[in-house]
């Protein structure tokens, strides 16, 4: 018996017929789509864990904290990010970023407020910061700070006042890179008491009231038991004005 061809009869009348695929109607819009969507999840997936992590900023610190677990950070920098949480802080984590000269971003947050013992503090023209800077700066800013104004002046502290902290750049007259240079140091200007009372480095360090001086000296003094290297007015002329505070360093004091 031989083959039969495409317009052979069948049995029942009909004719083998070879049909080509339409690719037209809705078969074709369908297929379009999932290319278009296809192409999309290609170009938009980089950006994604970027626009996940900014979309959690609006929704509090535990909310960006729980968004960036999924998306390779450490879990050193996690385990750090939930003891900044226990602080009661209020904090977004930024993504990391690089810049020349060796200067980054890395594991940093950017803090919103930070907690006394039952008020919240305000800060003042703070950047990024580290993980591990933050949780120090807010063990500082509740033990040392606030209890000190407490204390010593009467009054709970209410805001505190910085001179930034990242900063590209080497520490003055050499070719090292400064501790700002990686989001890891703050330099603190003022403090604010709930009386509206305003100490100041510059102004009250060694003009101020002597309650003003002793609390000035003693959360000085309180930094130097945290951070890695304290900067003064006891330095030099550049830090007559503010207190520099990073976690790096041989325990210098001055």
Not at 31 to 53: H, Y
Not at 77 to 95: D, E, I, Y
Not at 129 to 154: H, I
Not at 234 to 241: G, L, P, S, T
Request: charged share 15%.
């Amino acid at each position: 018996m031989g083959t039969a061809g495409p317009g052979a009869a069948l049995r029942d009348g009909t004719s083998r017929v070879k049909r080509k695929p339409e690719w037209r109607g809705a078969g074709l819009n369908q297929m379009l789509t999932r290319i278009a969507q296809t192409l999309m999840m290609r170009w938009i997936s980089p950006i994604l864990p970027v626009a996940a992590l900014l979309g959690a900023c609006s929704q509090g610190p535990n909310a960006a904290y729980s968004s960036i677990r999924s998306f390779g950070v450490s879990p050193q920098a996690q385990q750090c990010l939930a003891q900044l949480g226990t602080t009661k802080a209020s904090f977004t984590p930024l993504p990391n970023r690089y810049f020349s000269a060796g200067c980054n971003q890395v594991n940093t947050v950017r803090l919103a407020s930070l907690r006394s013992d039952d008020a919240k503090l305000r800060l003042e023209n703070l950047g990024p910061v580290t993980c591990p800077m933050a949780n120090t700066f807010a063990g500082w800013a509740r033990y040392g700070v606030d209890r000190a104004a407490r204390q010593l002046l009467g009054s709970e502290l209410a805001r505190i006042e910085t001179m930034g902290s990242y900063n590209c750049r080497n520490v003055a007259a050499t070719d090292r890179l400064s501790a700002h240079g990686t989001a890891g140091a703050i330099d603190v200007s003022a403090f604010v008491l709930a009386d509206g009372r305003r100490i100041s480095v510059q102004q009250d360090w060694a003009q101020g009231t002597s309650a003003e001086q002793q609390f000035l000296r003693t959360i000085h003094a309180s930094a130097c038991r945290r951070f890695g290297t304290v900067l003064g007015p006891a330095y030099d002329a550049d830090h007559a004005d503010h207190f520099h505070v990073e976690l790096t360093g041989g325990g210098t004091c001055r």
